[in-house]
Nanobody
Framework: QVQLVESGGGLVQAGGSLRLSCAAS????????MGWFRQAPGKEREFAAA????????YYADSVKGRFTISRDNAKNTVYLQMNSLKPEDTAVYYC??????????????????WGQGTQVTVSS
């Protein structure tokens, strides 16, 4: 069993930065791929970024590539999402998720087994 708790959300002006954290419980964190997804009001949950169990591979949605950076610290059971050059369209609830790392399909929400409760990110124009 893995429990995930996100933090770091808030209100920021366009062009600003935020760093989200996701703290995981459980002994299997270091063997799991981690993803960040987001959901805006009235929209489906969408993929933002993912990272392999070792941190050696990262994946990004085109909409965030070059602005967001995902990283992990397996010693701290924590995954991060550094968000720079934020835009109003980045406004959403951000969720972290965990799954066994069998490779591929990191962008599909249904492939993840565990989810956090989400943290709100609001970007004002």
């Amino acid at each position: 069993q893995v429990q995930l708790v996100e933090s770091g959300g808030g209100l920021v002006q366009a062009g600003g930065s935020l760093r989200l954290s996701c703290a995981a419980s459980g002994r299997t964190f270091s063997s799991r791929a981690m993803g960040w997804f987001r959901q805006a009001p009235g929209k489906e949950r969408e993929f933002a970024a993912a990272i392999s169990w070792s941190g050696g591979s990262t994946y990004y949605a085109d909409s965030v590539k070059g602005r967001f950076t995902i990283s992990r610290d397996n010693a701290k059971n924590t995954v991060y999402l550094q968000m720079n050059s934020l835009k109003p369209e980045d406004t959403a609830v951000y969720y972290c998720a965990a799954r066994r790392d069998y490779g591929g399909n990191y962008y599909i929400p249904s492939r993840y087994d565990y989810w956090g409760q989400g943290t709100q990110v609001t970007v004002s124009s």
